[in-house]
Every structure is written in C-alpha cells, then in structure tokens.
C-alpha cells in the first residue's frame, strides 16, 4: 500500500519558492520507485515547471488504475506535489480506455484536453507500462515500417508546449523509458538478454508479453524526447547491465540503432537541458550507468553470445554527464581514488546482475557496480563476476582497468545525511560463457593463484578471435 506521512511532507510547502516563469526545456529521468520524501527531487520537478504557482499536469496513462478512486495514481500524485509546495496540478485525463485513437473519437482528440495540455508549465509521467502511453497517444494503425505510428493531436500538443513554451518533462520507471527517442526497452532481464537474441515488435502488430525474460523493444522508439541514447530505469537494483548491452549491440546496425545507453538507478535523476546537454546534472540516492559498444564486438564463445570491449561509466550525486559522449565530470566533493585504495583483491560477485531468482540480491545490492567500485577501491586490474544462473550456461562478466580507467570518491548529501559515493569512468566490460562446471568452480575459489591464472586465460581466450567448431 503505498502511503506517505502529510505531516512531513506538509512541512515542504513553506520551503519552495515560486520561480519565474521557465524558458529552459528541462528533461527529469527518475529511474524508479521514486521515495515519497525524495523532497530534492519533487522540489527540482516542480522548480523547474516554474515554482509553487505554475501548472503542473499529470500523465498517468501508463498505470493500472489511472484515475480516480482514492487509490488510483492521479490521486497519488496530487497528493506528493502539493504536499510538496504545488498549488496547481491537474489531471490530463488520456489512458488506455478512453483515448481511442484510431476512431478520432477519445480523449485524446478532444478539443478541451488539447486546451488543457496548452495550459501546462510542467508535465509529470507516472510508471507503470510504458506501452500503455504508446496506444493511448499515438495512432498505431500503420505496420511494417520504422517510424511510421502518428502522434495524436493531444500528443502533438503536449510536445509543441515543451518546445515552445519550456517547462520540464519529467517522470519515473515507465514515465521515463517512454520518452525514449529511437528503441525503447520494454521487458527481458540480462541472463536471458545473454542466452536469447532480442525481439523486437510494434504496437500496430500487437504488444508481445512472453513472459520468459526474453528482451523486446519497440524499434519506434516512443516520445522521442530524450535523443541521447538507449534509455533504461531500475538500473542497478535489477541488474540491467547486461539487458541494455546485449540490446545496444543488437539494435546498433539498425537506422534507429545508438552506441550508448543510460541506466538510472532507483530513487536517482538524471536532469538535462535540452539547449545545454553538455551538463547534465545527477541528484537523489543512486547513480546512472552509461554504457558505449562503439568499438565493442559480439562473437560465439562456448556455443553463446559473447561481447568484448564494453566501455562503461557510473555517474553519482554531484557528477555532470556530457550527453552525447557519456563522459563524465567528477563532482567537486570528490578526489581520484589511484594511490588510496584500500584492498589488495576486489570483491567478485556470484550474481552480477542481480538475478530475479535471486532473493538475496534482488532489489537490495548493485553487484555489477558494487564489484566495479570495488575493483577501483584495490590495486588489482581485473576481477570477474559470475551470473547467478547455471543453465543453460553460466556466463562471466570481467571487468578491466587500463590506462584510461579512472574513479574519483567522495561524500555528498542526501536528504540530509552524508554518504559516500564512488564515481567511474572506461571501465572494460567483457561478457562471456564459461566453458565447463570446473571453470565454473575455479572463479569461485579466489584465493588460489593457480586457478586465478588459468581463468585469466580463459578470460583473455574469450577477447581473440577463434573460429567455433
């Protein structure tokens, strides 16, 4: 049940200011189970729609209940940004049973819900299933072609407002992945990212749910607003690492394919300028990881999927992010970690992407950036991590530093209390399958140089070419 203290929240009111009114075109990408008393957040949310006093509208299209019964997400967020300091939040009333986009009859063609979306400063995209705001907003009636799906007049609305007018768009979980610019995840976990190709589908051919962890995507894209790269949420806690590679890799040659993607953790924000992308600001409790296959390579080792050459950087509080490089610049609060580490050997994880079979790790540890911080926190080069899952194959995920590996650490706040936070940039990320149960038993034993040898060997084996018999 979700549920928030009014007293608290209550207490935010008095602290937000009202802002002019916005020019910027401000974009908010929170990555999931955004924390009711987040107050940095909402506050940053409804600053940027102008303060206290403009019109922030939302978009609950993608939830199950949308509106309006005391439990319904319309409700629930009405609640959080006035509690928060709004004094107009209103309810653009599209969802996916009253839209009807292909009979020109629904909501989303109707006149006084165009005027309303004309009237907003902000616009606040709930989670839930992002391929409900894609049959609710757009018009789908057209197959087999990239592209091809037209926006309806309230969706055409809606995107000339921010162009014209400024504000901010901001949403969580699939309030985020919806504004996706070109392929849009829309399921799959990383195990079966590695053991299974992609599938790909549209919505004018009927939304594909197998249910088995297969990754699918919409090669469309969705709202086109964040045009930077593969965009992807509950990042770290989920373990998408391996989902978002094997998805960039996939999709690269496509018209609609990107290099780079950005994962944002839960209860974290990446906020970006669009007349500015060079500075995009981090805040909230996590980080965002951003991923580039540019000079990355896929081969067939022991009979699977393989990937050589990732390059992957992890933004935390405090850091900007270049958007159209995914490098990034390490907060002030922070000092390079080469020549203080800590620890002789890294920590190496047994379920480096957070394995939903997983109870131990599921939603409560980011293995792959917990073992990536780790490796920088110690005077070793290289560590490997193993897949929680054994069958069909138990994959390796080998992390390098080189010459161009660098972390920075330092303390920075977060809802009022101190923490400590490891940023990191050109980590090289190697994903391959072990070749028998005894490889599999040796990178469990650490501690025996013998072994370690010989699984760096077959690790430096996986990045040579070789031709499979």
């Known amino acids: 049940m979700r549920f928030f203290s009014l007293c608290i929240i209550a207490a935010a009111r008095t602290a937000l200011v009202s802002a002019v009114a916005p020019r910027k075109r401000m974009l908010m990408m929170v990555g999931g189970d955004l924390d009711d008393y987040n107050r940095e957040i909402f506050e ?73 979306i004309k009237s907003c400063d902000g616009f606040w995209f709930g989670g839930g299933d992002q391929t409900r705001i894609m049959k609710a907003w757009y018009d789908n009636n057209v197959t087999g072609k990239l ?32 504004h996706n610019a070109k392929v849009m995840v829309t399921d799959g976990d990383s195990y079966s990212g590695l053991v299974k190709d992609t599938v790909a589908y549209n919505y004018s051919e009927g939304a594909v749910d197998l249910d088995d962890g297969t990754v699918t995507f919409d090669p469309n894209g969705a709202l086109g607003t964040f045009s930077y790269g593969l965009l992807d949420t509950h990042f770290g806690e989920r373990g998408r690492q391996g989902r978002m590679i094997r998805l960039l890799m996939d999709t690269l040659h496509l018209p609609n394919g990107y290099p780079i993607g950005f994962g944002v953790d839960q209860n974290t924000v990446i906020i970006v300028d669009k007349d500015d992308p060079s500075h995009a600001i981090v805040r909230g409790q996590a980080g965002v990881t951003i991923c580039n296959v540019e000079d990355a390579s896929t081969t067939q080792w022991a009979g699977a999927w393989s990937v050589t050459n990732v390059r992957c950087n992890y933004a935390t509080p405090g850091d900007t992010v270049h958007m159209t490089t995914g490098t990034i610049s390490f907060g002030a609060d922070k000092t390079a970690l080469k020549g203080r580490e800590t620890a002789e050997q890294p920590y190496t994880s047994r379920d480096v992407f957070n394995s939903p079979k997983n109870p131990s790790t599921t939603g409560s540890t980011h293995e792959f950036v917990l073992q990536a911080t780790s490796l920088f926190n110690s005077t070793a080069t290289t560590s490997t991590g193993l897949t929680f899952e054994t069958e069909p194959k138990t994959f390796a995920v080998r992390m390098t530093k080189d010459d161009r590996s660098v972390a920075y650490q330092g303390m920075h706040n977060f809802n009022g209390t101190l923490q400590s936070y490891t940023s990191y940039m050109d980590l090289v990320v190697d994903i391959f399958a072990l070749d028998t149960k005894e490889a599999l038993s040796m990178a469990f034993m650490g501690g025996v140089t013998a072994e370690r040898a010989q699984i760096k060997g077959t690790i430096a084996a996986a990045r040579a070419p070789r031709e499979d018999k």
């Open 44 to 116: 940053l949310i409804i600053s940027n729609a102008g303060g206290s006093n403009s019109t922030l509208c939302v978009i609950a299209t993608n939830g199950e209940d949308p509106c309006c019964d005391p439990d319904s997400s319309w409700v629930f967020y009405q609640q959080l940004f006035t509690g928060y300091g709004a004094t107009d939040v209103k309810y653009i009333n599209i969802d996916v049973n009253n839209s009807f986009p292909r009979s020109h009859t629904g909501n989303a063609y109707d006149p006084a819900i165009i005027e309303q």
């Open 147 to 178: 592209n091809t799906r037209t926006p309806t007049p309230a969706m055409t609305a809606l995107l000339e407002r921010f162009e014209e007018h400024g504000g901010v768009l901001a949403g969580s979980s699939a309030g985020t992945d919806c």
